[in-house]
């Protein structure tokens, strides 16, 4: 009834605007508007209805309907309902009104798409390269449906370099990354620095890129992606898995048997247990706390362990399929995992109040890195980073899926909305997904892991998955297609978002906070750069080039 | 001529001692360290075969002045031995007449200088910031060693090594005021001194890759690491002799052994507390020990009253 209640509104308010709508179901909404409109449409939805700003995604679709396709996603968490406003662009410029100055957590996702898909987001005040290596051709985009999945333009110049913005003046330049020992893998934040102060910084990521969309578009099925989309991060790589799956369901209108759906909860919620232990971790080794470093990975180990069991491997559990699972949970697994999480349990309580009592690191945590409910408003910012700053905000409550809309749970905020709230968010949130994980062992119903799909899914239909992961929330899109394969498949990591709020968190901050701070995001990388075909380092000595490179990797891999 | 011989052979003595345990001190560090983070951790002689190893490695000459990079690293190691040689290890002071307190205090800050020299050889915008990190504790920091020095000089009337090495702070008639002031002081600055946590600031790994020694490879990196060792045995028997002096007075060797295992109660001290602490940030630590450092005047006042 929501998104009827809510198409209803919209009708009386733009009326003529609209081309069309979709209402696949009550708490989904697509809106087909013209292109001239997409900017008033989206301004009074983020200003005057209060949505946030999900993603934005464009798509080459010229082959189907000879036109480009862009879409601005919004949730709306009060009222349980996810919303695209879609417009179809003219194939030979495609162009679009930036909605940027309005919603700012915008950026990223129309740089991307003018990288990537060749829309140009008219109005955009800093279109600077985002994804795309430094010596790629202009107008050559491979997200088109014209560029094959392995293909790199003749004029791609290996050696052009990354132009970075001039410092400010009186600033020292500090190159951090892109690798530093609290940079887990490859991100350049070059922070413009006056004294110990940081005044300023300029980001440029996506340095190991894979591909992966155009990949998934273009060579695999349907039951591959599943396995691939896992493989986007190496700790919440079942959240993708799972949103991924989900969306496909949706928009087949597919329902997976309810065994399945509490064991993908399950799962995820292992996930979230290792995923929070080793974030609080690694935050303390950021501060030069190492003890309570091993001692939280100490306490996280047996979760692997657990998992391991369930599904064969610590992570990449290969969980799902479309309508399914592909791993049981069985009575002796359920037995154990009882128990694993009773030690859990009994050995982090201790910890928590331990932690929230250590007057040593709050100082070096309290009143750092700081965004508040308005930054997360305008930058989109998501998950514990949103709840420290007292947004209440849980796709897992808001947009329930798998089995959460089944299980009570308490969605845990807090008011200070600096580094120490995130830290107690998810050393909190630990209770929580215990508690979610005993329900479901306790409410699991036998029955089927897989749904029999006898048909082949139908084509050009569209569907969208919010899955909580434990850094925020992760989101799916996804068209249907031919070729048992879907034609447009878009993932929007959590840490895309929430790095964009980085730089104003460390404004202003001293150099020895910028770590925590950008550590309090819990920051993916990987997760966030998924996207291209070729990867270049920009700026330093090359002593192997590309080519020598994949020469060496190729002939070990022959042997 | 034989008295000499005999100074020099025992600062020889003191050096090779130092040599010998301060590894070991490393190893029962890191053992218990490990034990508290309820890990196995390495063996107890595991810190002799980094050395050997690191020393048997290439030696690179890199960064920005590779010359002063390498003089950095010989004078670290020859500043914290010089000292050794001056301070008493379970014996009277080898080199008595050989310095006073006010060399002591000049060496002691000399070993900090090394640090600057290696940061600003190495050119990196890393080390730049871990010297001036380094540069603005040194400030606050040495002043504090220095009084502690001084107040325990003014108790003794002398500033000869063995009048004031040995418990001279509380020299005094009643209760000796200063000599307790800075016995707090230095305990709560320790960890600085010999650079552990929660004030490893200037090289914090997790900020600025080690700061000043991030140029620093192979031999010249074993001998900053020596230092490094070096540094804790040595601040703990300065600390020992000047602050807990009891039994130091015995006969061989139930002096000595009490002296030495002082020595190694302090080293339990430091890895309990980086153990259970989180770094603090540069501008906390200058304003706490800052603060310090106003104490302390209060102690030398009183002392030059003679309380």
């Known amino acids: 009834m929501i998104a009827r209640e809510m198409f209803e509104q919209f009708k009386q308010r733009f009326g003529p605007l609209i081309v069309r709508a979709d209402l696949p179901s009550d708490n989904r909404l697509f809106v087909f508007v013209d292109p001239s409109s997409v900017r008033y449409v989206t301004q009074h939805i983020f200003r005057e209805l209060d949505a946030r700003y999900v993603a934005t995604i464009g798509a080459d679709d010229r082959p189907f309907s000879g036109k480009f396709l862009v879409a601005h996603n919004f949730a709306f968490d009060k009222e349980h309902l996810l919303c695209g406003i879609l417009a179809y662009l003219p194939p030979d410029k495609p162009q679009i009104d930036s909605i940027t100055d309005m919603v700012p957590a915008a950026s990223w996702g129309e740089r991307e798409m003018r990288d990537l898909v060749g829309i140009e987001p008219v109005g955009h005040r800093y279109l600077k390269r985002l994804v795309l290596p430094d010596g790629w051709p202009e107008g050559s985009h491979p997200l088109r449906k014209d560029t094959l999945w392995n293909e790199v333009p003749a004029q791609y110049d290996p050696e052009r370099e990354f132009k970075f913005d001039e410092a400010p003046e009186g600033c020292m330049v500090i190159p951090f990354g892109p690798f530093h020992p609290t940079l887990d893998e490859p991100a350049h934040f070059r922070l413009f620095v006056e004294g110990e102060m940081v005044r300023g910084c300029e980001y440029r990521g996506f340095m190991v890129h894979r591909g992966i969309e155009k990949l998934a578009e273009s060579v695999m099925n349907y039951n591959d992606i599943p396995m691939l989309a896992e493989r986007i991060c190496g700790i919440c790589g079942c959240v993708h898995n799972v949103a991924y799956v989900q969306s496909v369901e949706e928009a087949a209108a597919l329902k997976p048997p309810p065994r399945a759906e509490y064991i993908r909860t399950i799962m995820l919620e292992l996930e979230r247990l290792h995923s929070h232990l080793l974030w609080v971790g690694l935050a303390c080794h950021i501060v030069g706390f190492d003890t309570l470093f091993m001692q939280s990975f100490r306490i996280r180990e047996p979760i692997m362990w657990m998992a391991e069991k369930i599904s064969g491997n610590r992570k990449t559990y290969a969980l799902c399929v479309i309508g399914g699972v592909r791993w049981n949970i069985t009575p002796e697994l359920k037995l154990e995992l009882r128990s694993v999480l009773d030690k859990l349990e009994s050995e982090w309580r201790p910890v928590v109040a331990a932690v929230s009592h250590d007057k040593n690191i709050q100082k070096r945590t309290c009143g750092v890195g700081v965004a508040d409910a308005g930054q997360v408003k305008s930058m989109g910012l998501i998950g514990p980073v949103a709840r420290a700053a007292g947004v209440d905000i849980d796709c897992r409550r808001d947009h329930p899926y798998a089995a959460y809309d089944r299980v009570e749970f308490d969605v845990i905020t807090e008011q200070g909305a600096d580094v120490w709230s995130r830290l107690l968010v998810r050393a909190k949130e630990v209770f929580e997904s215990i508690r979610i994980i005993r329900q479901c062992l306790d409410k699991m119903e036998d029955g089927p892991l897989q749904l029999e799909i006898k048909d082949e899914l139908p084509i050009g239909r569209m569907g969208l998955s919010s899955v909580e992961a434990p850094r925020g929330e992760s989101h799916h899109f996804v068209i249907t297609g031919e070729n048992n394969r879907p034609r447009r498949w878009r993932v929007r990591a959590p840490t895309y978002q929430n790095l964009q709020g980085i730089p104003a968190m460390i404004k202003d901050q001293q150099i020895a906070d910028m770590t925590i701070s950008l550590g309090s995001i819990d920051p993916c990388f990987s997760c966030t750069d998924r996207l291209e075909t070729v990867d270049v380092r920009s700026g330093s000595v090359k002593v192997w080039s590309q080519e020598e490179l994949l020469k060496l990797t190729r002939k070990k891999v022959e042997g | ?307």
């Open chain 2, 1 to 307: 001529m034989k008295a000499v011989i005999w100074m020099i052979l025992g600062g020889l003595a003191n050096v090779g001692l130092v040599l010998l345990v301060a590894p070991f001190a490393q190893g029962v560090l890191r053992k218990v360290t490990a034990r508290i983070q309820s890990r196995q951790g390495p063996p107890l002689l595991q810190p002799y075969f980094d050395l050997l190893k690191l020393l048997g490695k290439e030696d690179i000459e890199s960064g920005e002045s590779p010359g002063m990079q390498r003089f950095a690293a010989y004078l670290s190691l020859a500043a914290i031995l010089a000292v050794a040689c001056l301070v008493p290890m379970g014996f009277s002071a080898p080199m008595n007449g050989a310095g006073d307190v006010v060399l002591l205090i000049y060496l002691l800050t000399l070993c900090g200088i090394c640090t600057l020299l290696a940061g600003l050889a190495a050119g990196s915008t890393y080390s730049l910031v871990g010297i001036s990190r380094e540069m603005m504790s040194m400030i606050v920091l040495e002043p504090l060693f220095a009084i502690a020095l001084v107040v325990g000089a003014l108790h003794a009337q002398s500033f000869r090594l063995n009048e004031v090495l040995s418990g001279s702070v509380y020299a005094v008639a009643g209760t000796p005021y200063s000599g307790l002031i800075m016995l707090v002081v230095m305990v709560l600055s320790f960890q600085a001194f010999v650079q552990r946590v929660p004030f490893d600031i200037s090289e914090a790994e997790t900020e600025l890759m080690e700061g000043p020694l991030v140029e620093y490879s192979g031999p010249k990196l074993a001998l900053f690491k020596y230092a490094h060792m070096a540094k804790l045995i040595i601040y703990s028997a300065l600390f020992v002799t000047l602050f807990v002096p009891w039994g130091s007075g015995l006969v061989f060797p139930v002096g000595w052994l009490l002296f030495w295992a002082k020595v190694f109660v302090l080293v339990m001290l430091v890895t309990v507390v980086a153990a259970t602490h989180a770094r603090y940030r540069i501008d906390q630590a200058i304003r706490f020990f800052a603060g310090l450092v106003g104490v302390s005047f209060v102690a030398l006042i009183l002392a030059t009253y003679g309380h």
